[in-house]
Structures are given as C-alpha cells and as structure tokens.
C-alpha cells in the first residue's frame, strides 16, 4: 500500500507544481488575487511531503508560505526545482530516511537547547550556562538539526520545545529515550495547556516539564535539580528502568491495544492525505469514515456515532477549528474525543484548539506509527 500511495503523491505533485507555475505566471503578470491560491498549495505541501518520505517538499512548503513579498521570487522557484527533481526519481520510497547509528559518541559538559524561538532559546542559554558542569549551550530549532547534534555528542542536559518547526517534540522526545546509545537528561519546556501531555511526557520518560512562558529562576533550579539526578545514577543505561518505566500504566495498554471496531471520522480535504489517514487506521482495524470538510464532518456526526475524529486545521467551507467549536456545542457530542491535525504548526494554532476542546493534537508532516500511537493514547484516556 504504501508504494502505491507514494505513486499517487509523486502524481499529485506533479499536478500542483504545474498548477503552482500556471498561478505564478498570472501573479508576474499582474493578478495578485492568485498569490492566496499559491500560498493554499505551499500550506498543503508542507504538511504533506516529509509523510511520503520527502522532507524537502515540507521544508519549501514551509518557506514559500512563511515568505516575505521580497522573497516569493526566489521561494516559488526553489518549491518548483525541488518538486522537479523529487517527481523525477519516481522511485516510491527513495527519499525515505534512513536511521545511521553513531560511529562515536563522546561525553561533553553541553547542554542541548532545542527551541523554535531564538528569543527563547537564548533565554534559556544564558540561564542552563550559569550551571554548574554545564560550559557550553549548543541551540538548534528543528528536531533534524537535534538528530544531528545528539548522535555525534554526549550532552549532559537536553532542554526540549515540545512544538518544533519538523515534528511533535513528543516524538523526538520518545526516540531520545528509547535509544540505547545514551542516557542523556531531558528538561520539557512547552506552552501547550495541557494536563494529558505533562504526563504523557512524564510516562515517555521526561526528567522534568516546565510550562511556558517560564520563569529563568524556576528553569534554573529545575534544570540543576534534573542534573543532580542524573549525577547519583550509575554511570551508563538503566535498561531495566527504562523497559520498566516505557511498559508501565497505560503506556502498556496502548502498545497491545486494536483499533479494530473503532469508528473513526477523519474530516481532512487534501485527497492523498486523506487516502494516507484512513488507509493506515483501516490497516489496524479501524473502521474509518472521510469527510472532505468541516460541513461533511458535522453532517455525519448527526447521522452516525464515532469514537473519535480526526480534524484537518485548515479546509475549504468549514475549517477544523470552526468544526471543533460546533461539535463542543453540541450537548450530545461534548464527550467526543477529537484530534486536531495541521500544519498550521505554531503554539498559538495548538492553544487555540485545546481552548475549542481538542484532546491531542497531530503535527503535519507526520507518520503512520505517530498517527495510530495518537489514537491509541487519546482512546485509552477516554476509557
């Protein structure tokens, strides 16, 4: 399946790069009103390419709507050269990245910052360099660039944004964790208000979550009490404490539970996407209806019970977060677990739906496993 639905991805996006260039040559000829139009595509690309194993696309997707009027010249054309030379492969699953484990790994009194803002960033550098045994903060703002930094160096502390620019710090954080190669202290900073992921963070084995906006004081002593910890452990990797500590509680229910049986409405109007979505939850037993729009959402809620939806941010007639305000409206449907997933990756977009009543939330680009271990984990909660 997934073969096939990466063909169907690399046919699509032929059909926007050529779409993109017809809207483009229209705007250079004056017609500005197709600039929204251009923007649409790009949003759509970002939040799809790194799922069909094609980060690049993610990543222009990202620049070219993120792009000033001065840099749309340059930004358009870098889209269209990487749509090119991606569809020219045509090989499905070429671009799919591949795991190298580290060669050395050396220990180093640094401490990893991994921090979308640069203003909070070096807050938090000028605070983690004051401890003591902590010479150097090392910032970064994606979770590719952290893969980078970790693999090569031995941190004495790691300070995690849990909502980055490539993926769900959730999930960078859970690699940290369950990798063999280090045991390396995590302090979890987030702005997201919400009191299932402090301890979804905790239970994936977090060493301390900070809630933003943080207070230097209060980072600093945290981060020193984590280092502290870290220090009275024994020298190398407590397997028996992390296998202990990743199968325990509900963690194990998720990991040995079926979504056979549940009924899922997915509302999400990107055709490959939604192919994506639903063809992976009905793999593991779900049974998965699709709604193109909010409208067609809220339609076969009054028509049909489901145990969860899955709610695209951003659609045309009705989007996600308009859709997620009716359903909590709703009296009959309050209950409802709902997962918001989006591109529109910012903390404020995030806050915004947990605000409307969302339970979780899935950031675009995002994987199969990411995408079913979210469902798994909202419907064991719900229990």
């Known amino acids: 399946m997934q073969e096939e639905l990466t063909r169907k991805y690399l046919e699509s996006i032929d059909a926007k790069a050529l779409m993109i260039k017809t809207l483009w040559e229209k705007f250079l000829q004056g017609d500005k009103s197709v600039l929204d139009e251009i923007l649409l595509h790009a949003h759509s690309l970002k939040g799809s390419g790194a799922t069909f194993g094609f980060p690049e696309i993610s990543d222009a997707g990202r620049d070219l709507e993120q792009a000033r009027d001065n840099e749309l010249l340059d930004r358009v054309n870098n889209l269209l050269n990487i749509l090119g030379r991606v569809t020219a492969r045509k090989i499905p699953g070429a671009a799919n990245e591949v795991e190298v484990p580290p060669k050395s790994v050396e220990f180093s009194r640094q401490a990893l910052i991994i921090e979308r803002n640069p203003v909070n960033a070096r807050a938090m550098a000028d605070c983690i360099s004051r401890l003591d045994g902590i010479e150097k903060c090392v910032l970064v703002e994606t979770g590719a660039q952290a893969r980078e930094k970790y693999h090569s160096t031995r941190y004495s502390l790691i300070v995690l944004d849990l909502v980055l620019q490539d993926q769900d710090g959730r999930e960078l954080l859970r690699e940290i964790k369950q990798s063999d190669d280090f045991n390396c202290p995590v302090l979890v900073v987030s702005g997201v208000p ?98 193109e729009n909010g409208q067609l959402a809220l339609e076969a809620l009054e028509k049909n019970s489901y145990s969860a939806v899955i709610l695209d941010g951003k659609m045309p007639v009705m989007d996600g977060f308009e859709t997620l305000q009716s359903i909590r409206n709703n009296s009959r449907l309050k209950g409802l677990p709902v997962i918001m997933v989006t591109a529109m990756g910012s903390e404020e977009n995030i806050v915004k739906g947990y605000e409307l009543g969302a339970n979780d939330y899935i950031l675009k680009p995002f994987s199969e496993e990411q995408l079913v271990n979210r469902i798994k984990s909202l419907l064991v909660m719900a229990a």
């Not at 919400?194 to 979804?200: G, P, R």
């Not at 056979?260 to 992976?280: C, M, N, P, R």
């Open 194 to 291: 919400s009191d299932n992921i402090y301890m979804e963070c905790i239970k994936i084995g977090a060493d301390e979550y900070l809630a933003k906006p943080f207070d230097t004081d209060k980072l600093y002593f945290e981060a020193q009490q984590v280092l502290q910890r870290n220090r009275l452990q024994v020298v190398g990797f407590d397997a028996e404490k992390k296998s202990a500590m990743s199968s325990s509680g509900k963690v194990e229910a998720q990991s040995g539970m079926s979504l056979k049986g549940v009924s899922i409405l997915v509302a999400e109007d990107d055709e490959i996407q939604a192919i994506f979505i639903t063809g992976k939850l009905a793999e593991h037993g779900a049974d998965v209806t699709h709604a």
